[in-house]
């Protein structure tokens, strides 16, 4: 047979049925769509969390307290959990680790904050003038903490946009207002530009205060939360996170690096490993979207394997004109394939549909990449393939004699 | 030209031999038309199927055109039938959803011969079976028993045969109709067409120029009619 012969056999074959054709792969078509989809919102919040992270700043070390711990992350460091970093530690490294390019202590907790008639409960993170460089922030409305303010322990605020329409309503002017923190007073000098995102701590919801000030009023000690450290180039950042190590080894006073009371945390660690979760995590969903596939392949083997024994007749009637046992099984298992790979063309143009909604409706970002879509026709032409092979094989293997007489 | 040189064929299962044919014989010429006839049972569906190189028989010799095909594998009987045999069946067994044309072609397709080809060549078959020409893009089973064993025929003459191999052609038509199947059979004969006749019908024999008697799997008689 001709391979144009053959294709044109075969679309006859499936189009003499389109309802059957279509009711065959929609189990292809669901398992091919949900594997798209849930693979794209694996590599959505992949690559979102990832751009959160780097958005953050970058060539940043964190010295965080407490023990080290494989997975860290900055959201479950800090909270006031450990006391063993303070601000002595931070000049220490400000002065003597001359690689680092900014050091930028934090003091973070979270307070109950009353403005005229209003109140919220927000993050109140202490700082210096640094943090805007160190952090990627820009600011929007008034200025940021000075140098002045550190040194004088000034009871100033700078608000994160959405604080900001929380305390004083949606845009308002909120320059020269009072608010308390932890009922001591402060007046805001400035707004920050609004750095949306989502998960973590969202930074447009947060107060920034001097340090100074912070340690004096608000918590009344001179520890630190965390120690964010920005070298002057990538290059440096292994040679910076063995400095501060070892000076802080020091000035704590321990000789075993292995109980140390801090952890030094490369940036580049924290996105892999966040990375390395997601991608788990994407792995899971797709295997379970796989599982439908598999389904799929069984209901595609089944379709067939009936399609052959009600077109015995007509495969013994091929083989009396003439068809080999090549041209039959050829046949067949060519309709598998077809079935099975418009079944994937269509269950990846749905797929890209849902990933498309989950993204609009703002559940979380999405990301289809070209090698997924290559990789769901291949696994669906796989499938018409291993599916189709075993029906394909037993209709080439009819006697034209007993066929011709099947009822 | 067809010759059978004491063919058997006989069939093992766990228990016993059963020898449906028993030791036939004949030769039939090139533009003959001959009809084998037999009550049920006799073995004619088993030496039809020799005949058309659907199986091969258990012992003894079958020339086709001078070519012994009696130890043929499958893939080589295959090309025999593709080449050299047109079947016409009692059942039509045509492609139901398929359109009258595209059914006569079909054997062609399986000969590789190009689309455009197949086309003129599945017309002429069609017209020299006498189908009315406006039914060629029907679907065939929207046409009537008698219409659809003519596309039948058409589809067994499409790849030019030695040899035409009818069973029981008009077994599902009534007479009227089954006369003019016959006929068109007569006709292709008339223009050189060798034409095997099965049928347990004496009516339907005696169309055909020549009529070989089996019983039992064996030859007992040989008839000449009078259509010469």
Redesign the interface.
Known sequence: ??I??LFE?TY?ALS?NKARSALTILGIVIGIASVIAMTAIGQGSQASIQASITSAGSNLLYVTPGQQRGVGMQVSSGRGSAQTLTQGDADAIQSTITLAKAVEPELSKRYQITAKGTNTNTQVIGTTQDYVDVRNFQIDQGTFLSDMDIKSQTRVAVLGPTTRDDLFGEGADAIGQKIRINNVEFKVIGVTLTKGGSGFQNPDDAIYVPISTAQRYLAGDQYVSTIAVQAASADNMTAIQEQITELLLERHKISDAASADFSVMNQADIVATASSVTGTFTTLLASIAGISLLVGGIGIMNMMLTNVTERT??I??????????G?ISKQFLLESVMLTFLGGAIGIFLGWILAWGVQYFGVTSTKITWSTVFLAFGVSALIGIVFGYYPARRASKLN??VA?RFE | MIQLDQITKSYSNSSEEVKVLKGISFTIQDGEFVAIMGPSGSGKSTLMHILGALDTPTSGKYLLDGRDISSFSDKELAGIRKEKIGFVFQAFNLLPRATVLRNVSLPLIYMRVPKKEREERARAALISTGLDEARFDHLSNQLSGGQMQRVAIARALVTNPSLILADEPTGNLDTQTGEIVLDTFKKLNDKGHTIILITHERDVAEHAQRIIYIRDGMMVKEEVTSKK
């Open positions: 047979m001709r144009s012969d056999e006859m003499t007749r007509e013994g009637l091929r083989k009396a004109i003439g068809a080999e046992e041209d034209p004699i011709l």
